[in-house]
């Protein structure tokens, strides 16, 4: 066994080590010279460049309904200062700098949080990785850059409802593991966020239609037994097609999963699992 680390020891290591991390970021961030995007408009940009939704409330084995529901309070304040954010060419997208405070008096309640080792837990504004987790998956359809990303690295949960592939979520932790693109192109993007029929909806716009679309596939998926563990496994790639000609111009491997299997591994398909 590896030495415990600081944070690790107790909870007011813990806090003390979140202090330390959240004043270096600040120091880093006022020492950079990236422009954050700020300005945000109610008018609709008119070109939808990608839309997605994702079920908010899910029933997990083991964790408290309550937590997810308060997940959704969470998640409404985040949209209503994100929603209609313009990214102007040059600006950088933080997922942090757009929502700002996430703390009780702001209205933020306890929501489900993965901690150190993949393990849940609950904290205040918990449940925020799945705004993330959109913004992630619309730029990810778009020729917009990323420029902070934390993959999870764990499989915490079986697929239920699944809308996209494996792995492509993001971590956060308010402020120092942020979220954040940059907008390397030549025209005004806009992120559009809200709540809907049980769902977290969400849309990129741009002021014109870009030359390309994306498609984001996962191929190889199996599971794999080593030692007493199971792996999922998989890439995921990103395909960039031209739209006048329908021509694949790229595959983009973005992601090659080896995830440990944290749930219970009763529920791994059997045919699945694969001796390679």
Not at 68 to 80: C, D, F, G, H, Y
């Amino acid at each position: 066994m590896g030495r415990k680390l600081f944070c690790d020891i107790n909870p007011t290591c813990y806090k003390i080590s979140v202090k330390k991390e959240t004043f270096l970021r600040n120091v880093k961030d006022a020492l950079s010279s990236e422009k954050i995007a700020k300005e945000r408009k109610a008018e609709l940009l008119p070109n939808i460049v990608k839309s997605h939704s994702s079920v908010l409330v899910r029933r997990l084995e083991g964790v408290d309904i309550r937590l997810q529901e308060n997940k959704v309070t969470n998640i409404r304040l985040a949209s209503e200062k994100i929603n209609g954010i313009v990214i102007k060419p040059g600006e950088t997208f933080s997922l942090w700098k757009t929502i700002g405070k996430t703390t009780e008096k702001e209205g933020y309640k306890e929501g489900l949080v993965i901690r150190r080792g993949g393990k849940l837990g609950a904290d205040i504004a918990g449940g925020l990785c799945q705004m993330a987790n959109m913004v992630h998956w619309l730029v990810l359809n778009s020729p917009l850059t990323v420029t902070e990303l934390h993959h999870h690295s764990d499989a915490l949960f079986p697929d239920e409802r699944r809308r996209v592939p494996f792995g492509t979520g993001t971590s956060v932790v308010n402020n120092y593991v942020d979220y954040r693109f940059k907008n390397n192109t030549d025209q005004t993007v806009q992120i559009n966020v809200w709540i809907e029929e049980g769902e977290l909806c969400g849309e990129l716009r741009s002021e014109r239609p870009f030359p390309c679309r994306y498609r984001l596939i996962e191929e190889n998926h199996h599971f794999r037994k080593e030692g007493e563990k199971y792996y999922r496994i998989s890439q995921v790639y990103r395909l960039v097609i031209e739209k006048e000609s329908g021509a694949q111009i790229r595959k983009e491997l973005i992601l090659d999963n080896h995830s440990l299997v944290m749930y219970d591994h009763s529920l791994i398909p059997k045919e699945q699992i694969r001796d390679d």
